[in-house]
């Protein structure tokens, strides 16, 4: 018998855009309408994810290539590992991911180019290519934000988020799949209401 799948929507955008938030308030509507949902989110909680939150807090060192790989590694085991996104998908689920591969496009080439990361997550994106990628749009970076864990990350300066915005531009052009670039510089609320327009016209 072929199983129902589920829809893989992915939230982007520069640190402190809301994601978490908006992630939070779409998985509870959906469930709250019937349409059985889950959250997760990139770096994940398991082992490498853990690992990945060292460097980012910047309590350990490695190259950028080194990091980049890592966050392909803890992708693929997100994706492919018992219990993980396939098989949720294949079950039914639908799953709202805070960040994703274009993240790492984002934010992982570096001293490379864009083309370099894309190649890099291949695998990952012929595995499972986003149904919607919601894009949530900020003019810059807050630099006074406190982030989620109350520390700074290496990636938490301006200059460092200007070149992660232009990055996300191509990002954007790169993806193969359906995306939406919704302004979250705005009242909640509103924002709250494009989010799930656009997110219902999957279902
Ligand atoms: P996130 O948890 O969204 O940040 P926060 O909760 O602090 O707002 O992401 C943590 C950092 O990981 C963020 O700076 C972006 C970075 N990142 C990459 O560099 N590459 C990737 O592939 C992913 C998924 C995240």
Redesign the pocket.
């Known amino acids: 018998m072929e199983k129902r799948r589920g829809k893989f929507i992915v939230f982007e955008g520069l ?3 809301g ?2 938030f908006h992630c939070k308030v779409l998985c509870e509507y959906l469930n709250s309408i019937g349409i059985k949902s889950i959250q997760t ?3 994940t909680k398991d082992e490498m994810g853990k690992l ?2 060292r460097y ?1 807090s910047g309590e350990i060192e490695t190259s950028p290539e080194g ?2 790989g890592l ?2 590694a ?2 693929l085991d997100h994706i492919t590992k018992k219990g993980g996104l396939l098989e949720l998908l294949d079950n039914g689920v639908n799953i709202i991911c ?11 080439a570096q001293n490379h180019s864009t083309e370099w990361v894309y190649n890099l997550n291949k695998t990952a994106i012929d595995l499972l290519t986003p149904d919607l990628v919601v894009f949530l749009d900020i003019p810059s970076f807050k630099e006074d ?1 406190i ?3 109350g520390e700074k ?4 300066t301006q200059e460092y988020q200007q070149m ?1 915005k232009q990055r996300y531009e191509e990002a954007l052009s790169m993806h193969k799949g359906a995306y939406v670039k919704i302004s979250s510089n705005r009242d909640k609320k509103d924002v709250v209401k494009d989010v799930r327009n656009e997110v219902l016209k999957l279902f």
């Open positions: 640190d402190g855009c994601k978490t989110c990139e770096p990945l939150r980012l990091i980049a966050f392909i803890d992708r805070d960040r994703y591969y274009l993240s790492s496009i984002a934010y992982n934000r982030s989620s864990r990350e290496i990636y938490e992660v």
